[in-house]
């Protein structure tokens, strides 16, 4: 099975993309379901579904057209099917503090909620080979950086806290209930969250092996469009993930020939050329915007034409290596770039902003560098098997 994720800042596109790829796949043979991890669907809309009142149809997967579907995660639907036990205790902790039931409700939703059952449902699915491909269109940026950080931070959680607060409160729940403002939670509470866990085994792996999951990021020809895709990029990285296609959505075309437009292309020319240099080795698409809004099958079909000219399948990862990845060895960060060409030679590097700009040749990497890091310096650099290793350090 293939997973294509869709991400990029909000308004960028996504959800037009990942259902003109969804229904490109479906052309192809693929069992394709599209879901949408974002809280503000609107995959139905992009569609143009009638669907009654919050999506009903849409949260169950939906068959739209030979070979694909369309699901929906609908919040309200998950918490009753698996989040029952886990909820009831938060809502019951918010309600001994006052808060009013429907607000208590509403509060119990807590970040990362969703996410998760979006991925129960991928591990799922892929457990009962129902899809060749699923396409998830996620939610902007920051939401679906959340999405591939979960397992990882729910696996700690297991690991380390979760049998610690088990054993604990199973030992202090006869007296610590008297005493205690909020009552603690019930044996029931950690099966529903042993359960959720279970529901997750394996995902992680999923998720990092880039022959199985491709992410995609959608951006427009804007620098601070263009300033969160490199983040989003960075982090995708950090979490074991490969983008292994950039996809720049709603390029002026340059008939447009208008003076009040002269700037724009100006600048989306100039941001096209950083697009291209930042991202260096992962391909990038482009796409025009078009005269009209892509609402409705035939105009989906247009955009998947042009994504996907004749020959092209959005299934096939594009790259499965990662570009370059970060370490902590002995207390010193480094960061490993692939050359896969590159011969020994001379090696520049040298930071611009956030970036660190790796030198060989003729050949110039940008690589952003995380949080924990932008602020050290290059110091030495040696070259084994193809891989470049720069060490950071403080100046
Ligand atoms: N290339 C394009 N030309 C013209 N209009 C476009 C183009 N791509 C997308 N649109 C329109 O822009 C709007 C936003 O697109 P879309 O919903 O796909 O973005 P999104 O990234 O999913 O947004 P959100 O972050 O809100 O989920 C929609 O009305 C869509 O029809
Ligand atoms: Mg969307």
Redesign the pocket.
Known sequence: MRILLYS???????????AATGLRLAQLGYRTLIMSV?P?H?LAD?FDLKTGLFHADTSEPLLITDGLEVLEVNIQKEIKRHWREISAYVIGILRTSGIGNVEAEEMAIFPGMEELSALMYVNQFRREDRYDVIVL?C??TAESLRFVSMPTTLEWYMKHIFPMQRNILRAVRPVANRMSPVELPADSYFANVKDLFDKLDGIEDVLEDAEMTSVRL?TNPEKMVLRETQRAFVYFLLHGLTVDNIIV??VLPSSIGDDYFAGWLRSQAETMEEIRRYFDPVRIHT????A????GRERLQQ?ADLLYPEGEDPALAARVDRPYSFHKESGVYQVRVKLPFAAKGEVGLFKKGEELVVEIGTLRRHIGLPASMTALQPARARLEESVLTVEMKEV
């Open positions: 990029g800042k909000g308004g960028v596109g996504k959800t037009s993309v990942a974002d503000a609107s992009s269109d939610a902007p959608v959505n709603r796409v025009p915007f078009f009209h809004e892509v609402v955009l």
